[in-house]
């Protein structure tokens, strides 16, 4: 018999992103974040207050990748709950990160207790997802990402898989309204760990 299948999201729901980004802006580049709205390009400023370019951030986010990834610390619950779920789970990391940090990425994942495989992958999740589905062939599949657009992607091209929108950052959940494309919204990792148990306990 099959196992079920985890495919999550690393930034914002296994990772923290934001506060180390933060940091990293402000000591690297004396740049500043704030996040009043959902838009990371748009909310970075320099010095002078000036706004910083759109254009600038895709290098910003790389620098940080290169050299940072490493302050990233873990979201309170999700090690404790993939150790557990992984007794009787496949789980698959889907994250949107250059192939050449993906390496990076599995070494500090497992670094910090949380030794899974790796996918880096660019643009919407639903084809990959649909893919490891396809490989996988599991019993119930879960799909958990911060991301609104990631849940009407995964709807579409994987729509028997289970997804929980997932909002982990406190400084992020009251800018991302519930994604319309997600079965759940669910912000911390001791609720969807009940969550996912009790879906995998009693199969709807
Ligand atoms: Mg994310």
């Not at 909310?43 to 895709?58: K, L, M, Q, T, W």
């Not at 992020?172 to 995998?200: N, V």
Request: proline fraction near 8%.
């Amino acid at each position: 018999m099959t196992r079920p299948l985890i495919v999550s999201d690393c930034d914002g729901v296994l990772l923290n992103f934001i506060d180390p980004f933060i940091a990293y802006l402000g000591e690297e580049h004396g740049l500043t974040l704030k996040m009043t709205s959902f838009a990371l390009s748009g909310n970075i400023h320099d010095a002078d207050g000036n706004p910083v370019e759109a254009s600038r951030f895709p290098a910003l986010l790389d620098g940080f990748f290169t050299t940072h990834m490493a302050t990233q610390t873990p979201i309170d619950g999700a090690v404790a709950a993939l150790a557990d779920l992984a007794q009787d789970c496949d789980i698959v990391i889907l994250t949107n990160i250059g192939d050449g940090h993906a390496v990076t990425r599995t070494e500090e994942l497992a670094r910090l207790g949380m030794p899974y495989r790796v996918i880096g992958n660019l643009g919407p999740k639903g084809g990959p997802l649909a893919g490891l589905v396809e490989n996988f062939a599991p019993s119930l599949a879960f799909f958990i990402d911060d991301l609104p657009p990631h849940h009407s992607s995964a709807k579409k091209l994987a729509p028997d898989v289970h997804r929980i929108h997932m909002v982990a950052e406190t400084a992020l959940q009251a800018l991302i309204p519930p994604a319309p494309d997600a079965d759940a919204r669910i912000d911390d990792w001791a609720a969807a760990h009940a969550h996912i148990r009790r879906l995998i306990e009693e199969p709807a």
